[in-house]
């Protein structure tokens, strides 16, 4: 007996009674769940990129400085974001809650937050799994689908850096939240609800992009994950990376969970069509180059001398 939308009916039980409640909470995002595992369509001739991410309360965000839809969509969106980053086309996700019990109230909102991400990108939810824990974890797996992958290994000498978007705001919201004040309504937007840039990614895989990374650990460390992949120098000027309004060169090139994308790829890429697509800038960062007798790595210029790079994002120490 298969119930709407493809989903089995369920055996009786409390646990059962909270997965049917959030399957309806979740409508028609969520498809055909119920059996022991989900069976999907892949396009012939198309590659599978699974990737998947875990959001710890306490590691990874706070309970005081976010609303529990923003929590449950953040960790969605950083999951799908990785998808953007291989140039992939979401097919589907899995959601792995471990929820305690005082977090049972706020059960609901966290569907909901993961259902905004889930509609947003087009991500059908094909399947999950709901357990009791002593910390909130949001467990996130999503499979897209990509004919040419953007690997972090294709970057090539020769290259120019180019970055989405403008960076800093996650972590001015971050420093405004350990302080104990509340972040400028931008800064949390961007910390709150940072954008996948799915769409973004393939336009520019579309226009010879060789690479790309999202920002996850801030612009320079992650230029280091594409420098050591590729064994390639990555040159930065820190004086040409996009601020938000706000933002200093340093604390941008520090900014994690930015979920922007660093993109390796030809100079002649049309920024201005870009912008003009997508409503966010894209800007010229550095170059890459051959690899120095130290190895892979990022050199950081300001005015085009080298200065010792910034030290990247931490993760905030738990109490
Ligand atoms: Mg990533």
Redesign the pocket.
């Known amino acids: 007996m298969t119930a709407p939308n493809n989903h089995l009916t369920l055996g009786p039980g409390a646990e059962f009674d909270a997965v049917r409640a959030t399957i309806a909470r979740w409508g028609a995002i969520a498809r055909g769940t119920g059996d022991d595992g989900a069976v999907l369509d892949v396009p012939a001739g198309l590659k599978i990129v699974v990737?998947t991410d875990t959001s710890v309360e306490n590691v990874h965000f706070r309970r005081a400085w976010l609303t529990p839809e923003e929590i449950a969509y953040r960790a969605g969106a950083?999951a799908i974001?990785?998808l953007a980053?291989m140039g992939a086309t979401p097919l589907a996700m899995t959601v792995a809650l471990t929820l305690p019990d005082n977090w049972r109230e706020q059960s609901m909102a966290l569907a909901d937050g993961i259902a905004i991400i889930a509609r947003d990108t087009s991500t059908p939810i094909v399947g999950g799994d709901l357990t009791t824990g002593s910390e909130l974890s949001i467990g996130v797996t999503v499979l897209g689908t990509v004919l040419h992958p953007l690997v972090r290994s294709g970057a090539k000498t020769g290259d120019t850096l180019w970055v989405t978007g403008r960076l800093g705001g996650p972590l001015l919201a971050l420093k405004s939240f350990e302080r104990g004040q509340d972040p400028t309504p931008i800064h949390r937007q961007r910390f709150a609800r940072p954008v996948p840039r799915l769409r973004e990614a393939q336009w520019l895989a579309g226009r010879g992009a060789t690479a790309a990374?999202?920002i996850?650990d801030g612009v320079v460390s992650?230029a280091g994950h594409l420098a050591a992949a590729s064994h390639t120098q990555i040159s930065i000027d820190l004086d040409r990376l996009p601020l938000i309004d706000g933002a200093s060169p340093e604390v941008a090139a520090r900014s994690g969970e930015e979920y922007e994308l660093l993109v390796t790829g030809p100079s002649t890429i049309d920024a201005l069509e870009f912008e003009r697509e997508f409503g966010i800038p894209l800007t010229v960062i550095g170059t890459v180059g051959k690899v120095g007798a130290s190895g892979p790595g990022v050199v950081t210029r300001v005015a085009g001398a080298s200065v010792p790079a910034p030290k990247g994002h931490d993760h905030f120490s738990v109490p």
Do not use: Q, W
Request: net charge negative.
């Open positions: 990737s950083a974001s990785d980053a990374i999202d996850s992650d």
